[in-house]
């Protein structure tokens, strides 16, 4: 009896020994695989850091190209604008130029019909200036002449100072005929101005109808 006691006592410290074994067993087990999970918790929260950070610096490089695109509609804005500026600058002048133009030319037709006006003074001028009995009438028509040919001149309108002896240029002259002349200094030169020619602003407007030497 007494031996089979002690043997009872054995089995059971060694079933004793045993469990423990088993416990520590397990706790080893469960350590270690709570081990790998909390690595795991680290990683992912690294990757997530990480993400964040991609998710910045993409935030960033899209500002910076939208930043780009911007500034490059705005420079395209400006080039437009001056484009458009400079056009109607063109525009403006180039209608400036035609509007005086314009107005030339119209003067130009007055100037034009008053010129018979002016030679038939010229011509009633110089009898009077051959005639003695009408001092009277001769200042009354030196005044209306002189007040006419003010009036013309204001317009624009300028006599060409044409002389007897001058060169004949087929730019201001129009030669009506052509007389035999004694001097030879005088072949192809004027000898008489029929009729006088006239400038509007630089312009010729008549030609001086002439005579020249031949």
Do not use: C, W
Request: charged content about 45%.
């Amino acid at each position: 009896m007494g031996k089979d006691k002690d043997k009872e006592k054995v089995d059971n410290s060694e079933v004793l020994e045993g469990s423990e074994a088993i416990k520590e067993e397990v706790l080893t087990d469960e350590e270690e695989r709570e081990e790998p999970e909390m690595k795991v918790d680290d990683e992912n929260l690294s990757d997530e850091g990480v993400m964040a950070d991609n998710e910045n610096a993409a935030d960033e490089d899209s500002e910076e190209e939208e930043i780009e695109k911007l500034s490059a509609e705005v420079q395209e804005a400006k080039d437009k604008y001056l484009r458009l500026y400079s056009e109607f600058e063109n525009f403006r002048r180039r209608t400036a130029k035609e509007r005086l133009e314009l107005i030339k030319s119209a003067n130009e037709d007055l100037m034009s019909a008053l010129l018979p006006v002016m030679d038939d003074f010229e011509r009633g001028k110089k009898a009077l200036e051959e005639s003695e009995d009408h001092k009277t009438s001769k200042e009354g028509f030196d005044l209306i002449y002189n007040k006419f040919g003010n009036i013309l001149k204001q317009k624009g309108l300028k006599p060409m100072e044409d002389k007897i002896g001058s060169e004949f240029n087929t730019e201001y002259h129009e030669a009506i005929s052509q007389m035999p002349v004694e001097k030879k200094k005088m072949k192809g030169k004027i000898i008489d101005v029929v009729e006088k020619g006239y400038y509007l602003d630089e312009k010729v407007i008549r030609f001086a109808k002439v005579v020249i030497g031949g």
